[in-house]
């Protein structure tokens, strides 16, 4: 099993900044590709960026690259998002997710391929 731990999310003005952190416990982080997928209201939850176990992929959803950008530390267990830009259409409940993976450079993007989900952490910008 692997828990896995959101924080830093908040309210923010449009055009700000914010940095979520995704802390995992349980099993050895530098196995998992790592994720993030946000769900607004009444939508879908939907793919926002991803990562390798390596660092040395990653992607990212159209509506996001370019202001967003996804990092790790194996070292610290711990997977970010660098929010910038933000705008009221970013306004969700953002989960961090985790997946194991055989390949160093393998990054999952459908949310079905991930199979451990934080609680999600609360991001609201204003216009």
């Known amino acids: 099993q692997v828990q896995l731990v959101e924080s830093g999310g908040g309210l923010v003005q449009g055009g700000g900044s914010l940095s979520l952190s995704c802390a995992a416990s349980?099993?050895?982080?530098?196995?998992?590709?790592m994720g993030w997928f946000r769900q607004a209201p009444g939508k879908e939850r939907e793919f926002v960026a991803a990562?390798?176990?390596?660092?040395?992929?990653?992607y990212y959803a159209d509506s996001v690259k370019g202001r967003f950008t996804i990092s790790r530390d194996n070292a610290k267990n711990t997977v970010y998002l660098q929010m910038n830009s933000l705008k009221p259409e970013d306004t969700a409940v953002y989960y961090c997710?985790?997946?194991?993976?055989?390949?160093?450079?393998?990054?999952?993007?459908?949310?079905?391929?991930?199979?451990?989900w934080g609680q999600g952490t609360q991001v609201t910008v204003s216009s």
């Open positions: 997710s985790a997946r194991d993976s055989l390949s160093a450079d393998w990054v999952p993007l459908a949310r079905g391929a991930y199979n451990y």
């Open positions: 349980g099993r050895t982080f530098r196995n998992f590709a």
């Open positions: 990562i390798s176990r390596s660092g040395g992929s990653a």
